[in-house]
């Protein structure tokens, strides 16, 4: 994980920093990265605050997983709900078995999340924050 923060993170907030406007900006600006289930010791360095966030915490303290995230899930899952139930009816005219099988493997699956996902985003409107 400290290759992740030394490698990915620093590096990405030393850009934003770069972008900003320097009358707004404090030598160096404060960051905050907010972890959600890691364990592990960073020290402050480069003026980077690292928060852990308690378990269970995450729809409270991360503002994305409100206005993104869950919009999201919810929109695959009820597609996902749906291809299910159709392919459920469908089985379940077709045969006398009461409890069909439905193809479930990830090469079945993967394909029609991906093309959810992009219907998602062609038809969701962006959030305004």
Not at 88 to 104: G, R
Request: net charge positive; aromatic share 8%.
């Amino acid at each position: 994980m400290k290759d992740c923060i030394t490698k990915v993170i620093v590096p990405y907030i030393e850009k934003i920093r770069s972008q900003l406007p320097q009358r707004h900006v404090i030598s160096p600006q404060p960051a905050l990265v907010i972890f959600d289930v890691f364990k592990g010791q960073i020290p402050m360095e480069n003026n980077i605050h690292f928060v852990h966030e308690p378990p269970n915490c995450t729809d409270r303290l991360q503002p994305l997983d409100i206005l993104v995230n869950k919009p999201c899930k919810d929109f695959m899952r009820n597609k996902f709900i749906q291809w299910y139930s159709l392919n459920v009816c469908e089985a379940l005219e077709n045969t006398q078995n009461l409890s069909p099988i439905i193809d479930l493997r990830l090469s079945t699956v993967m394909p029609l999340g991906a093309q959810w996902l992009k219907l998602f985003t062609t038809t969701c409107k962006p959030i305004q924050i």
